[in-house]
């Protein structure tokens, strides 16, 4: 099994940055891809970015590319998601996912564990 707690969510204003952490425990061959997701209220959950844990190239969505970068720290079991430059279509509820290789590693795969999420709130 994995267990994913997120931190670091909270309300900020259009402009400012935020940085999210997500603890990482459990079956590391079961979280050889990780991945933030969101969903903000009245949408859909999306992809946000992953990455393999073993390194290489992070995937982003479209509308975060330049603005967000995810980060490994695989001596912490910790995934990060700096953001900056946050505008209100940023606010959402930000969950952190795991997978393993076997189950994809890309924005619109079917990941196995997620963590319960947190809160952004951007005010313009």
Do not use: H
């Not at 267990?3 to 969510?9: D, K, P």
């Not at 603890?23 to 970015?49: H, I, L, Y």
């Not at 994809?104 to 795969?109: M, R």
């Amino acid at each position: 099994q994995v267990q994913l707690v997120e931190s670091g969510g909270g309300s900020v204003q259009a402009g400012g940055s935020l940085r999210l952490s997500c603890a990482a425990s459990g079956d590391t061959a079961r979280r050889n891809c990780m991945g933030w997701f969101r969903q903000g209220p009245g949408k859909k959950r999306e992809g946000v970015a992953i990455m393999y844990t073993g390194g290489g190239m992070a995937v982003y969505a479209d509308s975060v590319k330049g603005r967000f970068t995810i980060s490994l720290d695989n001596a912490k079991n910790t995934v990060y998601l700096q953001m900056n430059s946050l505008s209100p279509e940023d606010t959402a509820m930000y969950y952190c996912a795991a997978n393993p290789f076997w189950r994809g590693c890309s924005l619109g795969a079917d990941f196995g564990y997620w963590g319960q999420g947190t809160q952004v709130t951007v005010s313009s």
